[in-house]
Each structure stands twice: as C-alpha cells, then as structure tokens.
C-alpha cells in the first residue's frame, strides 16, 4: 500500500535460533530468547492448534510465484504410527495436493513423534540413525544439541 515490497525471506536456514536468541518475549506467549518459528513459513511451536490443513491454508495464503516468499521454508511433523496405514498415507498425498493446488510449492515433514524424540535423547546409542528435519536441512537427532532437540520436540504433532 506503501510503494515498498515485502518479501518473506530468511538469511539462513538456522535463523529461527540466532534471532530468538536476540528478541524479547512476545504478546502470544513466547518467552524471550526462544527460537522463533523454524520455516519462514512454518507456524511456531505449539501454536497451530487447527491441525494440518489449518496450517497448510495458512501457509498457502502468501504468494509462492510473485515474489513474496523468497525462501519458504515450511515443516511439519506428524507421528510415525500414522503413516502406518493406506488410509492415513492417502490422506497426506491430499493434504500435499491441496497445499499445491492452492499454490504452495514445497514443504517437509518430521516423521516420528515426540515420544521417540524423547527416547532418543534418554538412549541415544539407540537411535543414532535417526534423521530429522530441522528447517533447511536434516540432521541425525542425537548429534543435536540439546536445546534443538527440544525445540524439534516442541512442533506441532499433527493427525491426519
């Protein structure tokens, strides 16, 4: 409205750290010095209480071909248990092709659910191939530093 351009975009993929580590505590609720949300995209931990196709509406709204998200980085995480039937699988292909058709362009998911995550970090000899996706990249979880961990715990577990 301004003349100006805005453009959602991030400098890197571990950003969400170094600028939650600099901002003080916000009016929703966060305390001062947490990560902000993972993705330039991705709602905060804990607050996308609607479930995943509130979230992919959501994240949809902005414009992925007009220059408005130059970086869109979009997580979310749901439980290893739910992809264990035909049924629940389908449901994430709609849920991909709903985000696509309504103009999204790229998203990734976290499979395993918060309690796996927390056995991993009380047995991590147990679990050192476990990969999860932290923002722009993935990583084996029991190499994370703790406060990673717990921020990759703290996301949303969606249901399908």
């Not at 993705?39 to 995943?52: I, T, Y």
């Amino acid at each position: 409205p301004y003349g100006v351009k805005m453009a959602c975009g991030r400098g890197g993929a571990t950003f969400h750290y170094y600028y939650g580590g600099n901002i003080g505590a916000l009016p929703d609720g966060r305390k001062a010095g947490t990560p902000l949300a993972d993705g330039c995209l991705s709602p905060m931990q804990g607050r996308d209480l609607k479930g995943p196709t509130a979230v992919i509406s959501s994240a949809s709204k902005i414009s992925h071909t007009q220059g408005v998200v130059t970086d869109g980085l979009f997580n979310m995480k749901f439980s290893r248990g739910l992809m264990q039937s035909r049924d629940n699988l389908q449901k994430l292909v709609a849920l991909i092709k709903t985000y696509n058709q309504r103009g999204g362009f790229h998203v990734q998911f976290n499979i395993q659910g918060a309690e796996t995550l927390r056995e991993a970090q009380k047995h991590p000899d147990e679990y050192r191939d476990l990969v999860v996706r932290i923002a722009g990249y993935s990583a084996y979880f029991v190499e994370l530093v703790p406060e990673v961990q717990n921020e990759i715990i703290a996301r949303t577990e969606h249901a399908l």
